[in-house]
Each structure stands twice: as structure tokens, then as C-alpha cells.
T-cell receptor, first 115, second 111 residues
Framework: EAGVAQSPRYKIIEKRQSVAFWCNPI?????LYWYQQILGQGPKLLIQ????????DSQLPKDRFSAERLKGVDSTLKIQPAKLEDSAVYLC?????????????FGNGTRLTVT | GESVGLHLPTLSVQEGDNSIINCAYS??????FIWYKQESGKGPQFIID?????DKRQGQRVTVLLNKTVKHLSLQIAATQPGDSAVYFC??????????FGTGTSLTVIP
């Protein structure tokens, strides 16, 4: 079974620039998540999709972050404009069903550095 | 070796010894818990899960214990190997259907 694919692996941008991350979940997984992981901390949920609908985006900074999941499969996360504090690893995860039913499987993340 | 979750984020053990990593959770309504292992440069990897109707669950070299009375979760790794060196996170499912991760415990295995 192929895992969760993310790209790019690394991205360096200057503050106020924009950036986008892409995620392809495990085939057949209905639920997709984006997490932000700051160095030395546990992952923090940004947004959760069930198929192509948003289940929870309460912790997404909507003034600068946006995400979409086209056709209930791939997803993109965008930051515009980026701030220094956005430097982190952005992890995508998917699960067969909701998080109370099946475990999350993570990709290896995109490491973003904002200078 | 044994850790005390968030108050002791590092744990060093000798190769071959057993490791115990602890985690305290806050929400008594949480009913699903997962342990993840994260190696440097990689995403968290599923190790083992347990639901609140169980006290213990065993996998290959790992055992998870759940004490709902004191809201405590532990991960036991038998015969710890150098490949077990990583950061270990416990995650709990909270209403409404959100996984929350703790800060994690860094395990170092000494050859």
C-alpha cells in the first residue's frame, strides 16, 4: 500500500511571499488532515476534510492560510502572505474513516523555512 | 528506563533493556488513543492503538496500558533496540473527532 505523498520536501521563502503544499492521501481514505509541527512540539491540527468537505478548520489562521481538497482526493494547503512564525513542518495525514474509527497515517511532511 | 511524560521529555536506555514512556491525558471523555513514533525527518508512524474499553493491548515488542482512573497511558517497549531511538507521541481523540498530540518523549537507545 503506497503511503501518503507530499511535495515539496523542503521550501525556503521570504516573509510576505506565498507558498503551496500538495498532498496525495492513501487510496480510498476518506478523511484528510493537515497538521503544523513546530520544532520540538507535537503536531497541531490545522484542518480536517471528510471527502471534499471541511469537518474542522477551527485552528486554521484563515487570514493567511487556505486549503482545499479537490474531488475528495488530493489536497493543497496555501499560505499567503507567509510570516516568520510559519516556519515549521507541514504534515498531511489520511485515515480510512473518521479519527475515532481508524488511525491516521502521515506523510513525511514539507519543511518550510520563512526568512 | 521510565519517563514521566510531559515533565521529562527525554529518556535514555541501554540496548536490550525495556523502555516505558508515559503520557497523561486531560479529557476524561477521550475514548481512543494512539502511540506514534517519529524519526528525524519523517512523519509520525503508527505504533499501536487502544480504545477506552480496554486496559491493555499488545503488539510486536510493544504494550500499551491505559488507566482511565488517573487518565494515564503508557507505552512499553521490550528489549529496546537502536532503531527504537525516536520521539514518541501519544495522541488522544477528543470530541468532536479531533486527534490531539502531546509534546512527545525523545527516546535514545545507548548501544
Amino acid at each position: 500500500e503506497a503511503g501518503v505523498a507530499q511535495s515539496p520536501r523542503y521550501k525556503i521563502i521570504e516573509k510576505r511571499q506565498s507558498v503551496a503544499f500538495w498532498c496525495n492521501p492513501i487510496s480510498g481514505h476518506a478523511t484528510l488532515y493537515w497538521y503544523q509541527q513546530i520544532l520540538g512540539q507535537g503536531p497541531k491540527l490545522l484542518i480536517q476534510f471528510q471527502n471534499n468537505g471541511v469537518v474542522d478548520d477551527s485552528q486554521l489562521p484563515k487570514d493567511r492560510f487556505s486549503a482545499e481538497r479537490l474531488k475528495g482526493v488530493d489536497s493543497t494547503l496555501k499560505i499567503q502572505p507567509a510570516k516568520l512564525e510559519d516556519s515549521a513542518v507541514y504534515l498531511c495525514a489520511s485515515s480510512l474513516d473518521g479519527p475515532s474509527v481508524s488511525p491516521l497515517h502521515f506523510g513525511n511532511g514539507t519543511r518550510l523555512t520563512v526568512t | 528506563g521510565e519517563s514521566v511524560g510531559l515533565h521529562l521529555p527525554t529518556l535514555s536506555v541501554q540496548e536490550g533493556d525495556n523502555s516505558i514512556i508515559n503520557c497523561a491525558y486531560s479529557n476524561s471523555a477521550s475514548d481512543y488513543f494512539i502511540w506514534y513514533k517519529q524519526e528525524s525527518g519523517k512523519g509520525p508512524q503508527f505504533i499501536i492503538d487502544i480504545r477506552s474499553n480496554m486496559d491493555k493491548r499488545q503488539g510486536q515488542r510493544v504494550t500499551v496500558l491505559l488507566n482511565k482512573t488517573v487518565k494515564h497511558l503508557s507505552l512499553q517497549i521490550a528489549a529496546t533496540q537502536p532503531g527504537d531511538s525516536a520521539v514518541y507521541f501519544c495522541a488522544e481523540i477528543r470530541v468532536p473527532n479531533q486527534f490531539y498530540f502531546g509534546t512527545g518523549t525523545s527516546l535514545t537507545v545507548i548501544p
